[in-house]
């Protein structure tokens, strides 16, 4: 797998909300190299924060989410805090000088909890020393948080793992998670012409944990590149609402479990490109797609991908999933 090129931001404000830096510092023990640096910012000010949700920096277009005035809007409504962790180069990690070490368990993991806590301190949150998790991640910074959901189950209200993928022995392919992670709702995102992550792992991922029971939802950027995961913020934000409201973020409480029995369901139907990913394998996109409420019989032709809070969600999905081909936004 290639290097992926990174582009480290320095986001420490963002207009109407409140905003914080922090930096934490490797133990001897830890695989990252120096310093991890971290920005917080509170859109709902000083009303107790409900839950954090953090955005990893992995370039420009996933940051696109941190700024963005609708995500702002959601936050402020929903009580959230963003949060964005920056690159924190390993000392010895596949892919070579300045990439991480995406097993949360050799320091990252560790170092964006006492993140959490310096934050509680420092802005006057208390909050957040206990608080839940939302979880956003593309390419490397995905398969991160796919490994994470294992790493911290009981602090993860969702996961969003987009266009995830990383060097050996840390992909997606090899995220092993207990029992308890599988309650944890995960939307997983795909390029459909993405040439670096590919389409199948992201899928075998989904389907192992989907069959086990987990309630996850895959999603399909039609003939989309390795990139502009920001055309999926409407379907996205759909579906964080209802899972919020389904797992009531509180610090001090544990989080609801999903009742998988009630909600609906998603199929699709595959089709073939002529575009490998890194390990060869050819990447395909959605030429059709249905869904039905949970407890019919799933229709013979098409294969799964995901379970849905509500018809609602399920109708977004549908409708973005069916699209022959979704827009590719252009960087700054």
């Not at 959901?149 to 092993?176: E, L, N, W």
């Not at 399909?220 to 009531?248: A, F, G, S, Y």
Request: charged residues 20%.
């Amino acid at each position: 797998m290639r290097w992926i090129p990174v582009v480290l931001l320095a986001l420490t404000s963002i207009a109407g909300a409140q905003s914080y830096e922090t930096t934490v510092t490797p133990l001897p023990n830890e695989d990252f190299a120096g310093p991890c640096h971290y920005d917080i910012n509170f859109p709902a000010g000083y009303r107790s924060t409900q839950a954090v949700w953090i955005t990893f920096d992995r370039g420009l277009d996933i940051m696109k989410f941190y700024q963005d005035t609708d995500v702002l809007a959601f936050a402020r409504h929903h009580r959230l805090a963003l949060m964005t962790p920056h690159q924190c180069p390993a000392k010895d990690a596949p892919g070579g000088p300045q990439e991480m070490d995406m097993d949360p368990s050799h320091g990252v993991g560790r170092a964006l909890f006492t993140a959490l806590e310096q934050f509680a301190h420092q802005t006057g949150h208390a909050e957040l020393s206990s608080a839940k998790l939302i979880l956003l991640g593309f390419s490397g910074t995905g398969a991160l948080f796919a490994h994470f959901v294992g790493y911290a189950p009981d602090r993860v209200v969702a996961s969003i793992p987009a266009d995830p993928g990383h060097f050996d022995p840390v992909g997606i392919d090899k995220v092993q998670l207990p029992p308890s992670a599988l309650e944890v709702p995960e939307l997983i995102m795909t390029g459909g012409a993405d040439k670096i992550c590919g389409t199948q792992r992201p899928y075998n991922y989904f389907r192992l944990y989907r069959e086990k029971g987990a309630p996850w939802g895959f999603l399909v950027q039609n003939k989309t590149p390795h990139c502009c995961i920001i055309n999926t913020k409407p379907l996205l934000l759909m579906w964080l609402d209802e899972v919020i409201k389904l797992r009531r973020p509180s610090p001090t409480k544990p989080l609801h479990r999903i009742d998988g029995n009630r909600g609906w369901l998603g199929f699709i139907h595959t089709c073939p490109s002529d575009i490998h990913d890194d390990w060869g394998t050819a990447t395909w996109d959605v030429c059709a797609a249905s869904i039905q409420p949970v407890g019919y019989t799933p229709p013979s032709d098409q294969i799964a991908a995901g379970w849905f809070p509500s018809q609602k969600v399920a109708k977004a999905w549908l409708e973005f999933i069916k699209q022959p081909e979704h827009p590719v936004t252009s960087l700054p």
